[in-house]
């Protein structure tokens, strides 16, 4: 079945950088468009990166020149390097896959990891 497993998650300080992490079985991960999308408490999810297939990438603008979504196909694996995170940052991250574009608020992709906490705080 599938599984994405996302780490990497924890708490940093304003400033500071952490690397996600997301291993993912059960499908075909080359042919999938992969997601990170984040869920801050009281708010709505939503979608922060974008990678397609053939490696195209879309980040949101609030993330925009400090986040970058990778992924290695050989190890089925996707990336999120954060970087400059701020407390608004502060979210659960989950690793998603599906087909194609996703809306920003309340993405839905075919698949979802359980998710992996960030928390910015001095």
């Known amino acids: 079945q599938v599984q994405l497993v996302e780490s990497g998650g924890g708490l940093v300080q304003p400033g500071g950088s952490l690397r996600l992490s997301c291993a993912a079985s059960?499908?075909?991960?080359?042919?999938?468009?992969m997601y990170w999308v984040r869920q801050a408490p009281g708010k709505a999810r939503e979608l922060v990166a974008t990678?397609?297939?053939?490696?195209?990438?879309i980040h949101a603008n609030a993330v925009k020149g400090r986040f970058t979504i990778s992924r290695d196909n050989a190890k089925n694996t996707l990336y999120l390097q954060m970087n400059s995170l701020q407390p608004e940052d502060t979210a659960v991250y989950y690793c998603?896959?599906?087909?194609?574009?996703?809306?920003?608020?309340?993405?839905?992709?075919?698949?979802w990891g359980q998710g992996t906490q960030v928390t910015v705080s001095s």
């Open positions: 998603a896959a599906g087909g194609g574009m996703l809306r920003e608020a309340n993405p839905s992709p075919d698949y």
């Open positions: 059960g499908f075909t991960f080359s042919s999938y468009w």
């Open positions: 990678i397609s297939a053939g490696g195209g990438t």
